[in-house]
């Protein structure tokens, strides 16, 4: 059977030879408004139709490296690059010759002349960065210590299919500041959302992406907040959202003062009763009931995270689509 056309590309499109398209998906912050919507229509498509796209990168190979461990964000990648046709080519640490000296710069070039796209979970941002720099090809940030881009676009799609719109949803995130917490701030501001996020003391979110999240509010009609009161930042919440205490970038050794810092914000039946009525509670995954959540809550009618980790799946076929055939502008040109 033949692979379908896509569509025409519109006028004023980044394809459409007036624009220059965003090559990469690093940050949320560095999409414009029109971008998220496009990403957030796209992954709808894909839902529903995934074979939408089949020939797009037929016979071509998509490079994964993974740093960390991964279960979602590897295997939804491997079968969204699968759904398009193309082979997923898994590579670690250990196949790569970064650890004997190569530089990273060098790795990218090379790695352009074989792949069609490069997906990357490791630690530094800054590495990543420097990566697609140096690429001609589209590399996507499948989580960093600093940021988590993919998994917030599942959570702004679950959010818009549970409650029908984004812009005005008050999203409380409870925990710590931590990758998930930057992408969401990122893209609820982008998409006009208000956001809360409620740590405890000294576990805030970083204070430039903060900054970030907020300058982008200011142009979406949006708000972003901070605060250590998490009583407050539920009440009156349509979304609800947490993660784990210990995050694979965090030594287990602090776990007993982590647990001693976070019980006060754990997730519990009395705490979600202060959220709106039809709010809804979220969780990147992993879990562990008890800690960050009651089993009562996770497993509640409340409860979205397994659709949200299904959205993990479509949300990324879209990023690969709208990546490979140029259709992201970029928050540079036009935010």
């Not at 394809?15 to 912050?29: E, F």
């Not at 740093?67 to 250990?94: H, Y």
């Not at 090809?137 to 960093?144: F, G, Q, R």
């Not at 009763?273 to 509640?300: K, N, W, Y």
Request: hydrophobic fraction near 40%.
């Amino acid at each position: 059977m033949a692979a379908p056309v896509d569509p025409p590309v519109p006028a004023g499109h980044p394809q459409d030879g007036h624009a220059v398209a965003l090559k990469d998906y690093l940050r949320i912050s560095h999409l414009s408004r029109r971008d998220i919507e496009r990403l957030l229509d796209l992954s709808e498509e894909v839902k529903h139709d995934p074979h939408r796209y089949s020939g797009l990168v037929r016979n071509e190979v998509v490079a994964m490296y993974f740093a960390k461990p991964s279960t979602r964000t590897r295997v939804s990648f491997t079968v969204a690059i699968a759904r398009l046709g193309g082979t997923p080519e898994m590579l670690g640490a250990a196949d790569l010759q970064l650890g004997r000296g190569e530089t990273i710069e060098d790795t990218a070039r090379v790695l352009s002349r074989y792949v069609k796209a490069f997906v990357i979970r490791t630690f530094s941002d800054e590495e990543v960065a420097r990566f697609a720099a140096a690429s001609t090809i589209p590399v996507i940030n499948a989580l960093t210590d600093g940021h988590h881009p993919c998994q917030a676009l599942a959570d702004i799609l679950t959010i818009r299919e549970k409650l029908g719109r984004l812009e005005g949803v008050k999203v409380a995130f409870v925990g710590d500041g931590c990758n998930t917490t930057h992408s969401l701030m990122e893209a609820g501001a982008l998409a006009g959302m208000h956001v809360v996020v409620a740590t405890p003391p000294g576990y805030e979110a970083d204070e430039g992406v903060v900054e970030t999240a907020r300058t982008i509010a200011l142009r979406t009609g949006g708000r972003v907040e901070t605060t250590t009161d998490v009583r407050a930042a539920v009440t009156g919440a349509d979304v609800v959202y947490t993660d784990v205490w210990l995050s694979m970038n965090i030594d287990a050794s602090e776990k007993e003062t982590r647990v001693a810092a976070f019980t006060p914000y754990r997730i519990t039946e009395e705490l979600m009763s202060l959220s709106e009525t039809g709010s809804i509670f979220m969780h990147c995954l992993p879990a562990h009931r008890g800690e960050e959540v009651m089993a009562q809550v996770i497993d509640g009618f409340r409860s979205v995270v397994f659709d949200q980790a299904a959205n993990r799946l479509c949300t990324e076929q879209a990023i690969l689509v709208a990546l490979l055939t140029g259709r992201l502008e970029g928050a540079g040109r036009w935010a």
